[in-house]
């Protein structure tokens, strides 16, 4: 890329947190990078009173191209430069191999593990994370983890418990579990030391699933502050640590995820790599309860968090084009308020037409500097505004597999969607819908009673008891819902 050129291309950088890579002409990453303002920081490098550093004159003069991913926050840029670094290795950066000018974030292997930041690594059974190149944030990065997975700081070995012991301040304030008092057990503290290494060797998605089965079988026994503590927990584990999440690891042999990205941002030409994708879809049944969604996928890996649906409101009848723009037009207002974060790639399920109406939908909001794109089912045809002829990939392709995964997952999603809100609206017209009953009392009767058809199959007199019913009523409950038994498809 032209000097001009890259500058020109620096211009579009947002004024937000995240990671920039350098590549050289032979597209090969020669130094990685983070900052509070992707747009200041990269042009910082231009400036020619700042080419004080032969290092740094041997670097710009070296720059062929720069790319970008955004991150939520600084946090979450320190520890996607530090995983990119030790990845790639670039020319540029310091030397990670020099380990002992590095911290480790180190988890012993004490009874009752102590979390520390060392700049020594040894073989002494402890788990090592590392190594990172600024104390300072690795140590916020810390204080970030005391509050939702904590573990103890404090020197020394704890043998057996002393519930004489009196716990010390951090436990009042929720930075420590007090082993040391026998405030907990060894295996609870032991759940709790394994979920910290989880999530810092970057297994986020699997401590996540782990944490939410904890949090249903909590909601499930009615013991509601424990479930509302580890949903707290679930979005700081999401905030933290995504973008440290499922990055590969050249020693574990895993795919390259990161060249597929490379992948799809040089096939479709996209000014910088498609870290975030929205995936839009909408779903129906013959115009009725039409549901559009989008789903999102970070780093190739769906954050169901980030999931929406929206019950399209100004369209009637079958038509799938309005609602999409309708979808987008809801959604990314939304993400103009800030309550939402902006993609770096938009993919409609669909062709031609249904990207059009996606594009229209952008244009009204004055969004035009998201890359759109479209995937057609029949012939995986790859459809970009203003081209005339869709890109075709080879099906074993990972740059078409990552984009149907996209696009399948918003189908399940919007069929699921949809589904639940045609029950919602089946079950409402068979109670509901009475003159005379509400939704709590809806609820009330199936508590009681457990099902509609059972509502309608008992005695008028026993129906009536109910509080709050009486005979009237419960002659108009039964009368309606025989009348829309009658009517429904099963009959």
Not at 400 to 418: F, K, P
């Amino acid at each position: 890329m032209k000097r001009e050129d890259l500058l020109n291309h620096i211009k579009a950088f947002p004024d937000k947190p995240g990671v920039y890579m350098m590549r050289a002409p032979d597209g090969k990453i020669i130094y990685v990078g983070k900052a509070k303002s992707l747009k200041k920081r990269v042009s910082s490098y231009f400036r020619h009173s700042n080419f004080a550093s032969p290092r740094l004159r041997k670097l710009v003069d070296t720059i062929s191209d720069i790319s970008t991913i955004r991150t939520e926050t600084e946090i979450e840029a320190l520890i996607l430069e530090n995983r990119l670094i030790k990845l790639y290795q670039p020319f540029f950066n310091v030397d990670l191999k020099m380990n002992e000018r590095y911290a480790y974030i180190k988890v012993t292997s004490e009874k009752f593990p102590r979390i520390v930041v060392t700049r020594h690594k040894q073989d002494d059974g402890a788990v090592y994370i590392g190594p990172f190149v600024r104390v300072s944030e690795v140590r916020e990065l810390l204080r970030l983890i005391e509050r939702y997975l904590p573990l103890r700081y404090c020197k020394g070995e704890i043998k057996e418990p002393n519930k004489k012991v009196r716990p010390c301040m951090r436990h009042s304030l929720g930075h420590c579990l007090a082993p040391c008092a026998g405030l907990c057990t060894e295996n609870e503290y032991r759940e709790r030391a394994a979920d910290v290494i989880m999530m810092l060797q970057g297994k986020g998605l699997e401590l996540v699933e782990k944490l939410r089965k904890k949090m249903d079988r909590s909601a499930q026994n009615l013991e509601f502050e424990e479930a509302a503590a580890l949903r707290d927990t679930i979005r700081a584990i999401w905030r933290v640590s995504r973008q440290r999440n499922n990055i590969p690891e050249i020693e574990a042999g895993r795919d390259n995820f990161w060249e597929t990205l490379n992948r799809l941002q040089n096939i479709l030409k996209l000014p910088m790599l498609p870290w975030r994708i929205d995936g839009f879809d909408i779903s129906h049944t013959a115009g009725k309860e039409t549901v559009g969604v989008v789903v999102v996928f970070e780093q190739g890996y769906p954050n169901t968090s980030l999931y929406r649906r929206f019950n399209i409101k100004t369209v009637e009848g079958i038509d799938d084009f309005r609602s999409m723009k309708e979808t987008l037009l809801r959604r990314y207002k939304r993400c103009m308020d800030g309550q939402e974060p902006m993609p770096q790639l938009i993919l409609i399920d669909g062709g031609p037409v249904q990207l059009e109406f996606a594009m229209e939908a952008l244009r009204e909001l004055e969004i035009i500097s998201i890359p759109v794109i479209s995937l057609a089912k029949e012939n995986e045809e790859i459809y970009i505004p203003d081209q005339k002829e869709p890109i075709r990939l080879d099906h074993t392709d990972p740059a078409l597999r990552l984009l149907q995964h996209v696009r399948d997952e918003s189908h399940r999603y919007a069929i699921t969607s949809h589904r639940a809100a045609r029950g919602k609206n089946f079950r409402r017209s068979k109670l509901e819908d009475v003159h005379g009953v509400g939704r709590t009392k809806a609820a009330q009767l199936i508590t009681k009673f457990g099902s509609t058809r059972a509502i309608m199959d008992i005695a008028e007199e026993d129906l009536a008891s109910a509080p709050g019913i009486g005979r009237t009523l419960a002659k108009r409950i039964q009368e309606h819902l025989r009348q829309a038994d009658e009517g429904s498809p099963e009959n």
